[in-house]
């Protein structure tokens, strides 16, 4: 491929213990925790509000935050935002849930559908009343690397090309591009035929009349339709990495003419299109090469640099710990991950890459980014017990309870037994 050089001019803005590149849940998680810890912080976002998949690209769902059997996993800032997105938005927390855990035991998952402006409006405000620094409409180019040492970040925006310096860079762009473009290794994936947005009818809005509540005038509009384990993928259609500008346009456009197509079926006078994802709705892009993969084998085992425990959005009963080094590199001691580009086999990664381990991950990625700074140390070597401790104030469940182990453990997913599937990598 061809190649040209130029030199140009940037401008040196200013010094931040830590950079967070990603506006998405994972960084705004980061982003506030670590203020919270007392960094310096700076967030960037390329888009114009907050949330990431969770809001511009209509994934609004925390997704189950318990074991399927009443009991609770999943707490931290997850919780709080869970609470906080019903307060002012869509409230769709289950009965059995709605003053916390259950006394008894009970099937009804935790789990709580948004509305995805609302709690992008909420994140802002909880990113400044952190005192956070944020940049909105501001894209992160490149990092610049010192070595494997990265010193700071070049950005583009209005105010042209400019320069940010930091201790610690996380990168939460979910799409692993800070890393990637500092050397760091990483590993792509493939996206099935899927997109989704928003629409109202004359019909959904009687409805939402007839029974007071607005979100019953919403309804999917489908492109793709293809669900997370890829069945009836149409064999006419690719499975994008969405690492490129060329597939990324390929993918909007294959599904934006799907859509366009169904409308035609419709009475123009009964229906209309209240939202679009305003990002590509791509959920396994790339992911860092870490210190660790996360495996669906993994499941039940307690990991000693836990940073979560974390369960199963799609069947009851399975438990996992999610290890600090599905989020660093030793050799890259001042970068690391969180969210969906956090390490992940096969299912081990769709584990990872939901809304409310994206939260869970993203306060661990700012606990140690601190640690690390305050230590002198490199972010994969921080006291991993100062790291819990620390973590377990915030709420956090570092390990699950052994008594939440089913006695028969083997591992199902869609019906299947993981096992004897590639030795369990999905």
């Given amino acids: 491929m061809a190649s040209i050089s130029f030199t140009k001019k940037i401008a040196v803005k200013k010094e931040y213990d830590i950079i967070v590149c990603g506006g998405g849940v994972a960084g705004v998680a980061a982003a506030i925790t670590a203020r919270t810890l007392g960094a310096s912080v700076l967030l960037i976002e390329k888009s114009n509000i907050l949330g990431g998949l969770g809001t511009l690209g209509l994934i609004n769902l925390f ?49 709580q559908r948004y509305s995805p402006h609302i709690f992008a409006l909420q994140l802002m405000d909880e990113v400044t009343k952190a005192g956070v620094d944020l940049l909105y409409d501001c894209l992160v180019c490149d990092p610049v690397m010192e070595g494997k040492i990265c010193k700071g970040v070049i950005t583009e925006s209005k105010s042209g090309t400019e320069y940010y310096s930091a201790k610690m860079v996380i990168d939460t762009t979910g799409d692993c591009d800070v890393l990637r473009r500092g050397g760091v290794p990483t590993v792509s994936g493939e996206n099935f035929y899927t997109y989704i947005g928003k629409k109202i009818t004359l019909e959904s809005c009687r409805l939402a009349a007839e029974k007071g509540d607005i979100k019953f005038a919403f309804s999917d509009i489908c492109g793709g339709n293809i669900n997370l384990w890829g069945d009836n993928q149409p064999s006419d259609k690719p499975k994008w990495s969405g690492l490129t500008v060329d597939e990324v346009t390929d993918y909007l456009i294959t599904n934006q003419k799907a859509i366009l197509s169904s409308l035609k079926s419709e009475d123009r006078e009964t229906h209309e299109i209240t939202h679009l994802p305003m990002m590509p709705q791509l959920r396994t892009t790339c992911h860092i090469k870490g210190d660790y993969s996360l495996k669906v084998e993994d499941a039940y085992q307690h990991f000693e640099d836990s940073v979560c425990a974390i369960n199963d959005f799609e069947h009851r009963d399975h438990l996992w710990e999610v290890p600090l080094r599905t989020l660093t590199r030793k050799d890259y001691p001042n970068m690391l991950t969180a969210g969906r580009s956090a390490d992940g086999t096969g299912y081990g990664w769709d584990l990872l890459r939901v809304i409310p381990v994206a939260i869970l991950t993203g306060q661990a990625a700012a606990h140690a980014a601190v640690l690390a700074i305050n230590s002198g140390m490199g972010v994969a070597e921080v006291d991993i017990k100062a790291l819990q401790e620390n973590l377990t104030k915030d709420n956090v469940m570092i390990h699950f309870p052994d008594e939440l182990v089913p006695e028969d453990k083997t591992i199902i997913l869609h019906g299947k037994n993981a096992a004897e599937i590639d030795g369990g990598h999905w």
Avoid: H
């Fill in 63 to 111: 997704v189950p935050m318990c074991n399927g059997r009443g009991k609770q996993i999943i707490f931290g800032l997850c919780e709080k935002w869970a609470r906080l997105s019903a307060s002012l938005g869509y409230d769709t927390i289950p009965k059995e849930w709605k003053n916390g855990e259950p006394s008894e035991p009970t099937n009804v998952r935790y789990v």
